[in-house]
């Protein structure tokens, strides 16, 4: 794995498995190929604390299918719990082929299973306001959308944007504390290129951006971050 970027970490925190790793598999990520699938999960086995989580972000992308396509949300849903579906067998299939032991060290996750942790529930409403109620934060979130689907959002309207916004804003409260997942705290996610996102994550930790968000989000498993690439 080429590693360019340690955000809250160190190489040689994870070279002493400070973590329990999560690979988060985003289903408009092209990038997330069977093969670097298998690579992430091989790399995370390797340096992680305890388990591993491979957790699936397939109900949040919803939203983009309704933008895009201009479904309806029932359709939307039913297409990414489907394509969620597909890369859930592809990894049971890449767990399939490693060793006895190494299986029983990964743990797979789908969107609405890391929904089910109590921080995401206390907090989803808190992050929701606050995209309505301050125009600094609405705007900072939509600058993240418009820069992670570049070119597809030159045309589209303020409010298609807010839509696609639902998305990250999804994320935080699942991204922000560790992901949750049978009472295990998962809080290094390697992922192949960061973003703004990632610099408001690390922001909102450390109270220097949203200040008075942050502290209404009271973060206590502070994640990390790496910019990972396979080779």
Known sequence: MIINS???????????KKFNIFVGISLGNKYFSK??????????????????????ADQNHAVNYEVFNSYNHERTLRLAIRRGDKVELTIKKI???????????????????????????DKIKIVLDEFQENKEFHDF??????ENLGSKTKNINVLKLEKLSLYVLDELPILLNGVEFQSKIYDLHPYPGLSRLDDLLMSLQSGTLFPQLA?????????????????
């Open 35 to 56: 093969e670097n699938i298998k690579k992430y999960i091989l790399w995370a086995l390797e340096n992680t604390k305890e388990s591993v989580l491979v957790l699936i």
């Open 6 to 16: 340690f955000l809250n970490c160190t190489e040689l925190d994870i070279q002493l």
């Open 215 to 231: 502290a209404k989000l009271e973060i206590k498993h502070k994640i990390a971050e790496v910019e990972a690439y396979v080779d």
């Open 95 to 121: 767990i399939e082929s490693l060793p006895l032991e190494k299986r029983s060290l990964i743990e797979i996750a789908r969107w609405e299973g890391a929904r089910e942790s109590q921080y995401y529930k």
């Open 141 to 146: 979130i939509i600058k993240i959308v418009q």
